[in-house]
């Protein structure tokens, strides 16, 4: 059983450039989730597919970010022109929706450094 | 605004001891709860989900869930050093959203030899 998987596991870029972060999530799971930590906070909630459509935005998700999931299958998150407060741990989860339930699993995460 | 709130510590009990966690939240439509544990630089991992009233148990985790009171604990007995880690709270709310976590800052569990 695989659980969900994040590319890169580190990232650092310089302010102005542009990322793209992956996730693949469990396989059977239809609903997929983004979200970014900073140091000391919980995680705070970006966005949500469900298969492949993108059904909320986090007032956090400025016009910078964008996400995918073609196909319904694995996400991408990209972030352009990077700012130093971009900098965090992006996380992906993904659940199955079922009967009310709403256990989601993490990935390890993708952390972004802004330099 | 909806929010979750835990003290986030440090909370330091002595190895085989009873360690206790609590969380409040804000809003009454909110359903379903879950602790994950967090290890410094790692990913967030499910411990515990609950959503009725009462307890729920699985080995040396309890989860305890009051609407009435808005409050949810998790009760770790007999702790030990590898249980030392961020213990997240967090809260899933309807009625518009589908099913995102609400984090609270999470509590600081040391588990001292």
């Known amino acids: 059983d695989t659980g969900v998987s994040q590319d890169p596991r580190h990232k650092i870029t310089k302010r102005g450039q542009n990322v793209t972060f992956r996730c693949d999530p469990i396989?059977?799971?239809?609903?997929l989730y983004w979200y970014r930590q900073t140091l000391g906070q919980g995680p705070e909630f970006l966005t949500y597919?469900?298969?492949?459509?993108?059904?909320?935005k986090s007032r956090l998700l400025s016009d910078r970010f964008s996400a995918e999931r073609p196909k319904g299958s694995f996400s991408t998150l990209e972030i352009q022109r990077t700012e130093q407060g971009d900098s965090a741990m992006y996380l992906c989860?993904?659940?199955?929706?079922?009967?009310?339930?709403?256990?989601?699993?993490f990935g390890p995460g993708t952390r972004l450094t802004v330099t | 605004q909806k929010e979750v709130e835990q003290n986030s510590g440090p909370l330091s009990v002595p190895e085989g001891a009873i360690a206790s966690l609590n969380c409040t939240y804000s809003?009454?439509?909110?359903?379903?709860f879950f602790w994950y544990r967090q290890y410094s630089g790692k990913s967030p991992e499910l411990i515990m989900s609950?959503?009725?009233?009462g307890d729920k148990e699985d080995g040396r985790f309890t989860a305890q869930l009051n609407k009435a009171s808005q409050y949810v604990s998790l009760l770790i007995r007999d702790s030990q050093p590898s249980d030392s880690a961020t213990y997240l709270c967090?809260?899933?709310?309807?009625?518009?959203?589908?099913?995102?976590?609400?984090f609270g800052k999470g509590t600081k569990l040391s588990v001292k030899p």
């Open positions: 989860a993904s659940s199955l929706a079922s009967a009310g339930l709403y256990e989601q699993y």
């Open positions: 396989s059977e799971h239809n609903r």
């Open positions: 597919f469900q298969n492949e459509a993108q059904l909320e």
């Open positions: 809003d009454r439509g909110s359903q379903s």
């Open positions: 609950i959503y009725s009233n």
């Open positions: 967090a809260v899933v709310y309807y009625g518009g959203s589908q099913g995102n976590l609400i």
